[in-house]
């Protein structure tokens, strides 16, 4: 059965270093999206991706953060300057063979920053 | 804006146990969708089931089975014959109609099944 996938597992950083999570979706998907959830919290949206274009942002989606989907597969979160309270499990989705997409989520990129 | 609520934080049972998940919704819009999300101590979240507005079915799966009242606002998950292997958490979640619709999660209830 096709999975949404990431890497790295688990990602360890410095404060002010700039990370990029990838994440490769189901391929017949049009839909992207990446989730965080912070140790212990609820899962909390952060942008959708579609047609090569951000379709929404929520407030947390700010300057340090963008998306890319450079070729046919990759779909790849850049945190520019990471801050401590960056620290959270990213979660990247897919969905696309049904509307509104139910979305499938990769196992997840647990990032640490100290 | 849209709001889901899942009360129990935390419910422990014992095997073969009937358990309810709670989930109760807010929203303006007229279609919506809801969804159950799994997630085991692995970390990963896994996708249960979806389940549209405008059909109030109810739906069984195996030892699963979901509740859904417009009514009331509520979507609620049943596990039947509990096993260990339910141990998890559960997420409620709601998205809109227009859009790639950004998924709202509820704070998730911490399920514990004990042999």
């Known amino acids: 059965e096709p999975e949404v996938t990431q890497t790295p597992s688990h990602q360890v950083t410095q404060m002010g270093q700039e990370v990029i999570l990838r994440c490769v979706p189901i391929s017949n998907h049009l839909y992207f999206y990446w989730y965080r959830q912070i140790l212990g919290q609820k899962v909390e949206f952060l942008v959708s991706?579609?047609?090569?274009?951000?379709?929404?942002k929520s407030e947390i989606f700010d300057d340090q953060f963008s998306v890319e989907r450079p070729d046919g597969s990759n779909f790849t979160l850049k945190i520019r300057s990471t801050k401590l309270e960056d620290s959270a499990m990213y979660f990247c989705?897919?969905?696309?063979?049904?509307?509104?997409?139910?979305?499938?989520f990769g196992p997840g990129t647990r990032l640490t920053v100290l | 804006a849209q709001k889901v609520t899942q009360a129990q934080t935390e419910i422990s049972v014992v095997e073969k146990e009937d358990v309810t998940l709670d989930c109760v919704y807010e929203t303006r819009d007229t279609t919506y969708y809801l969804f159950w999300y799994k997630q085991p101590p692995s970390g990963e979240l896994v996708f249960l089931i979806r389940?549209?507005?405008?059909?109030?079915q109810n739906e069984i799966s195996g030892r699963y089975s979901w509740n859904f009242q417009k009514s009331t606002s509520s979507f609620n998950f049943t596990i039947t014959a509990s096993q260990v292997v339910d141990s998890a958490v559960y997420f409620c979640?709601?998205?809109?109609?227009?859009?790639?619709?950004?998924?709202?999660f509820g704070q998730g209830t911490r399920l514990t099944i004990n042999p």
């Open positions: 991706f579609y047609n090569n274009e951000i379709s929404e």
């Open positions: 389940r549209n507005s405008f059909d109030e």
């Open positions: 989705a897919s969905g696309g063979s049904d509307y509104p997409p139910s979305q499938y």
């Open positions: 979640a709601l998205s809109g109609r227009q859009g790639a619709q950004k998924l709202v």
